[in-house]
């Protein structure tokens, strides 16, 4: 595919406003920055004093040290700031060590410290887009999978799900605070780090899934998430929710080909693992991770995303309102990715 398709030329509608990206350190943080930058805006990266900035090395780029701890420290900081035009908040943790309290204070507390210092310091913006997670949502129809949608009653099972649907609710009942949600199904590309490990064992020949029962996966590609963010920006909406997701979902074995075929593989053998053998695993996993106060990737809370069947998505209502239209299909992102992923291996 042309990755410089006219479509994807930025409109004017956001150059010379400021951005403030809260978070910019993680993985999607770059893309936000660089997209940012791209389309002419006064790009502002809230990191802590302790953030790699490794992905945020553009010289355009200004920065606001956070301590999020420190409500004193984070209301001088943004004092001393001119006010931003729009503020994307993708701070969060996908796992803690400490279990629900520490996701609440991580993806709920910090939240609520920052929206209250913007408010004391007369520095809300236009739009603050939240980045949630689809997961707020908990499992959905698991026996006629019909795709989950913005619209339904959210359920999390998740301790990881039940501090972002908090962080949501948050936002939805305060006055002042112009809003918009994004709940992203699995986001992949370059530099993640979830999606890379499952890449890494195909590459070693093994590809691992979990129970027996049929189930479809859906994806979203780092730059079409980060398209969609600004595509939300110059539509004007707001105190909306959003399901972003390519629009069709893929089973276990369709991901395997797509990343064999990709990684040029020549074979893969696929290894199902029984449910409670991986609970077992994630239990064990996730204690050995609590004594050494280090996050496991294999957890409880893990657990019960690779158990739900049904990750479709409906992401109608984006498509309506500011034209949503993903331009990676799954196989386009893993390419890309496979890509980043070599590159980085033959370095070694």
Aim: net charge positive; aromatic share 12%.
């Amino acid at each position: 595919m042309d990755n410089n398709d006219t479509n994807h030329t930025p409109k004017n509608s956001l150059s010379g406003k400021r951005l403030l990206v809260v978070g910019a350190g993680g993985f999607i943080g770059g893309f936000i920055c660089a997209e940012g930058l791209r389309r002419g805006m006064e790009v502002s990266a809230a990191v802590r004093e302790t953030t790699s900035r490794r992905y945020l090395s553009d010289p355009a780029l200004k920065f606001l040290v956070l301590d999020y701890d420190d409500q004193a420290q984070m209301t001088e900081a943004v004092s001393a700031s001119e006010p931003w035009d729009y503020i994307i908040y993708n701070l969060g943790a996908t796992k803690a060590a400490g279990g629900f309290p520490e996701f609440n204070k991580v993806n709920f507390e910090y939240l609520r410290r920052f929206v209250e210092t913007l408010k004391a310091t007369g520095h809300v913006p236009r739009r603050l887009l939240f980045m949630s997670s689809l997961s707020a949502l908990g499992p959905g129809d698991e026996k006629g999978y019909t795709p989950l949608s913005a619209d339904m009653v959210p359920n999390p099972d998740t301790r990881y799900g039940l501090s972002k649907i908090k962080a949501e609710q948050y936002l939805e009942h305060l006055s002042g605070i112009p809003y918009i949600i994004f709940r992203p199904t699995g986001v992949y590309g370059p530099h993640e780090k979830d999606y890379l490990m499952m890449i890494q064992a195909i590459d070693r020949h093994f590809d691992f899934s979990v129970g027996l029962r049929r189930q479809m996966l859906t994806f979203i590609y780092v730059d079409d998430l980060v398209e969609a963010m600004f595509r939300a920006f110059e539509s004007g909406v707001e105190n909306k929710k959003y399901i972003i997701s390519e629009d069709r979902a893929y089973t276990q074995k369709e991901f395997r080909k797509i990343v064999a075929e990709e990684l040029g593989a020549k074979f893969v053998i696929p290894v199902r693992l029984p449910m409670p053998l991986v609970w077992i695993a994630s239990y064990v996993a996730e204690k050995i991770g609590q004594a050494r106060l280090k996050p496991s990737t294999l957890n409880r809370d893990k657990f019960k995303i690779m158990r739900q069947r049904n990750w479709k998505a409906d992401v109608s209502d984006a498509k309506r309102d500011f034209g949503f239209a993903p331009r990676f299909s799954l196989r386009d992102g893993i390419r890309e990715t496979v890509k980043s992923y070599l590159k980085e291996k033959n370095k070694r």
